[in-house]
């Protein structure tokens, strides 16, 4: 069967706001299967805290993994879910590459908050088509930290960023001020990466858990290459136009030297 992808008004929306929420884009007991993968993969690897530098040091915490892929055959599995591959072949083109992929739990209480940031300064590329999504693994309340955009901003291009995370000025751009996208178990946030957004402190007793996936037309080059990842280059739907095959910037290193 073929998938959909996005419906003409939901492109609009995407468009004209930089972000779009599927509702029910997983049925629930997918994502309680899912949700369960990650918690035992969370389990298996011990205690992490990505917390971000510039909000370190307050005691909370947020466990992740990166390339979840190479750690359960779900998330392979999921990376090639036709609902998905549809969603992003309707915004980006028939071609769509793996840049990156990882996990996160907020823990209860003490889930960290992500400073509002563009992508864009993680991975910057000159044809602006890296795409994410966030897939909602349970219940995102704003008390639980749900992710808060500013919509349209994706239009004002690539803006001042500050720090190794990256973030915007807290002052253009509080957290406060930011539009929360409360979502359910299941539900699929789509977001460009120029789009503000960032993520406010878990004061839930619940954790919240998400798996978040970045793409991008293969054709669309980085500016530089700094953040590479396990299973990037991947193509998830249609082909690599270009010639050459995918490489590292390592791999390119070393062939030339
Ligand atoms: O999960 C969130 O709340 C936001 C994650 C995010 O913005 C990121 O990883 O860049």
Same mark, same amino acid.
């Given at each position: 069967?073929?998938?959909?992808?996005?419906?003409?008004?939901?492109?609009?929306?995407?468009?004209?706001?930089?972000?779009?929420?599927?509702?029910?884009?997983?049925? +629930?007991?997918?994502?309680? +299967?899912?949700?369960?993968?990650?918690?035992?993969?969370?389990?298996?690897?011990?205690?992490?805290?990505?917390?971000?530098?510039s909000v370190a040091g307050q005691g909370t915490a947020l466990e992740?993994?990166?390339?979840?892929?190479?750690?359960?055959?779900?998330?392979?599995?999921?990376?090639?879910?036709?609902?998905?591959? %549809?969603?992003?072949?309707?915004?980006?083109?028939?071609? &769509?590459?793996?840049h990156h992929n990882k996990m996160f739990i907020k823990p209860p209480?003490?889930?960290?908050?992500?400073?509002?940031?563009?992508?864009? /300064?993680?991975?910057?590329?000159?044809?602006?088509?890296?795409?994410? +999504?966030?897939?909602?693994?349970?219940?995102?309340?704003?008390? @639980?930290?749900?992710?808060?955009?500013?919509?349209?901003?994706? @239009?004002? /291009?690539?803006?001042? %960023?500050?720090?190794?995370?990256?973030?915007?000025?807290?002052?253009?751009?509080?957290?406060?001020?930011?539009?929360? &996208?409360?979502?359910?178990?299941?539900?699929?946030?789509?977001?460009?990466?120029?789009?503000?957004?960032? =993520?406010?402190?878990?004061? =839930?007793?619940?954790?919240?858990?998400?798996?978040?996936?970045?793409?991008?037309?293969?054709?669309?080059?980085?500016?530089?290459?700094?953040?590479?990842?396990? /299973?990037?280059?991947?193509?998830?739907?249609?082909?690599?136009?270009?010639? @050459?095959?995918?490489?590292?910037?390592?791999?390119?290193?070393?062939? =030339?030297?």
């Amino acid at each position: 069967m073929t998938r959909p992808g996005l419906s003409p008004e939901q492109r609009i929306f995407y468009d004209d706001n930089g972000y779009i929420l599927l509702k029910s884009f997983l049925s +629930a007991g997918e994502a309680a +299967a899912l949700r369960a993968e990650v918690h035992a993969i969370a389990a298996r690897q011990g205690p992490t805290n990505a917390t971000w530098s510039s909000v370190a040091g307050q005691g909370t915490a947020l466990e992740h993994s990166h390339d979840v892929q190479f750690r359960s055959a779900a998330f392979t599995r999921l990376l090639v879910d036709e609902r998905l591959t %549809a969603a992003f072949t309707s915004l980006i083109g028939p071609n &769509v590459q793996l840049h990156h992929n990882k996990m996160f739990i907020k823990p209860p209480e003490r889930g960290s908050p992500f400073p509002m940031h563009q992508d864009w /300064g993680y991975f910057p590329h000159k044809g602006n088509s890296m795409t994410a +999504a966030i897939l909602h693994l349970d219940a995102a309340p704003d008390e @639980k930290g749900c992710v808060r955009v500013y919509p349209g901003s994706h @239009k004002l /291009g690539p803006l001042k %960023a500050f720090g190794q995370d990256h973030h915007v000025d807290p002052d253009e751009f509080p957290l406060s001020a930011a539009v929360p &996208v409360e979502a359910d178990a299941g539900d699929l946030l789509i977001f460009n990466y120029l789009l503000v957004h960032g =993520s406010g402190l878990n004061v =839930s007793n619940e954790p919240r858990t998400t798996w978040l996936v970045q793409v991008r037309d293969p054709e669309d080059e980085p500016t530089s290459e700094q953040h590479q990842s396990r /299973g990037q280059g991947m193509m998830l739907a249609g082909i690599d136009p270009r010639g @050459k095959s995918f490489q590292f910037a390592w791999e390119s290193a070393a062939s =030339s030297s």
